[in-house]
């Protein structure tokens, strides 16, 4: 029995995080100086990351399926959600993605900078979300939902009212663009 118990330990104490889930919640100071809580919930069956942001009238979520490569972000003030392709280029490993977060949380300034992406979001809503995949299909179903393209060089046509910036624990800051209002 004592050995059964000790080896359940060792499995618990020493068993690889990519088979755990990782739940992660910062509080931080926006640069405008409001206050934000950030949940970070990876499910590394699935391949899911989740992702609440509360900040009042600011808040979003979003959701990062690696098995379909695609990203969704819903924006509370616009009510409606925007769905993109993940940038492998830019977008951390799944197996990495814990460490990096904690390494941000005890200090956000050491390391490197957070990675950008500007998206054109298109006026034209999506019909069909099952070809984003169950996770997305779910997560914006419901709410008026638009392909979000990224961009090299964001247009000089946006105003700035138009674009809608998210930042993800440090690591990330995103940035969805239209050129009309949503319907």
Not at 33 to 58: A, P, Y
Not at 66 to 83: D, E, L, N, P
Request: hydrophobic letters at 35%; charged letters at 20%.
């Amino acid at each position: 029995m004592k050995l059964i118990i000790l080896s359940v330990a060792f499995l618990g104490v020493f068993l690889p995080p990519v088979l755990t889930d990782n739940n992660i919640i910062q509080n931080h100071q926006e640069d405008v100086g409001g206050n934000s809580h950030q949940t970070v919930n990876i499910d590394h069956k699935r391949q899911v990351v989740n992702i609440d942001n509360s900040n009042g009238w600011n808040s979003w979520s979003s959701v990062m399926d690696y098995q379909t490569g695609f990203m969704a972000v819903r924006v509370f003030s616009k009510k409606s959600c925007f769905i993109s392709r993940m940038n492998k280029q830019i977008m951390p490993d799944l197996t990495t993605l814990p460490k990096i977060i904690r390494e941000k949380q005890k200090d956000p300034r050491k390391g490197a900078a957070p990675k950008e992406a500007s998206f054109n979001v298109s006026p034209k809503k999506i019909t069909d979300l099952s070809i984003y995949g169950k996770q997305l299909q779910t997560f914006c179903k419901g709410i008026p939902t638009y392909l979000a393209s990224e961009v090299t060089k964001p247009s000089f046509f946006f105003a700035e009212e138009s674009c809608t910036r998210i930042n993800i624990l440090f690591i990330f800051r995103f940035c969805y663009c239209q050129r009309k209002a949503y319907n």
